[in-house]
């Protein structure tokens, strides 16, 4: 979740993500909405993954084989993210949306289980959306500074590269790590 959000912050640097908490929410006081986020966050990730990874990837799966199954998933994994009350997608937000999907859809077919899918997604759910209504909170210009000598001579900006690319290695290797472990266990 830190190699996600720190990866968030480095693209938000550069390109706008347009997050905002929906109209709808605003009006409700900060616990109550605190409340409404963990637990929508919540129920996020245990409906989507067992619909997506579960009901929808692990038939795929048996008759067409792993990329298949993960490449269709991920697709409509990204293309349900597509609706009418997020206006505000863009191509880099959606760039996320359809990598996390591919990361599930690994993840579960890996460990042959929905369940840690369902505990990062949820997880990342409720830390993205506290980290969209922080921004929310933030003037616009704020976010994103207009010139890439000032985006580059940010030490912050180093700092989050640096974390993604840890974290992004880090994931690998225990993917990989993963995968061998399960190669050598005998099937229950």
């Known amino acids: 979740?830190?190699?996600?959000?720190?990866?968030?912050?480095?693209?938000?640097?550069?390109v706008p993500l347009h997050y905002s908490i929906p109209e709808v929410l605003q009006p409700f006081p900060p616990a109550s909405?605190?409340?409404?986020?963990?637990?929508?966050?919540?129920?996020?990730?245990?409906?989507?993954?067992?619909?997506?990874?579960?009901?929808m990837q692990t038939p795929i799966e048996a008759r067409h084989g792993r990329t298949?199954?993960?490449?269709?998933?991920?697709?409509?994994?990204?293309?349900?993210?597509?609706t009418d009350w997020q206006s505000d997608m863009t191509w880099a937000r959606m760039g996320f949306i359809v990598a996390a999907g591919g990361f599930y859809g690994l993840l579960a077919t890996t460990v042959r289980s929905i369940?840690?899918?369902?505990?990062?997604h949820a997880g990342g759910n409720m830390v993205g959306i506290l980290w969209i209504w922080?921004?929310?909170?933030?003037?616009?210009?704020?976010?994103?500074?207009t010139d890439l000598q000032d985006i580059v001579a940010?030490?912050?900006?180093?700092?989050?590269?640096l974390v993604s690319?840890?974290?992004?290695?880090?994931?690998?290797?225990?993917f990989r790590r993963l995968l061998a472990s399960l190669r050598r266990e005998p099937p229950a």
């Open 134 to 145: 922080w921004l929310s909170t933030r003037r616009v210009e704020d976010q994103v500074p």
């Open 165 to 174: 690319i840890v974290g992004t290695l880090g994931a690998v290797w225990s």
């Open 33 to 55: 909405l605190l409340v409404i986020v963990l637990t929508l966050s919540a129920v996020a990730g245990i409906v989507e993954e067992a619909a997506f990874r579960g009901y």
């Open 68 to 82: 298949i199954a993960i490449a269709v998933v991920t697709v409509l994994f990204g293309a349900a993210h597509l």
């Open 115 to 120: 369940l840690p899918g369902v505990v990062i």
């Open 154 to 161: 940010d030490p912050r900006f180093a700092i989050g590269c």
């Open 1 to 14: 979740m830190l190699c996600s959000l720190s990866l968030q912050w480095v693209v938000a640097r550069l």
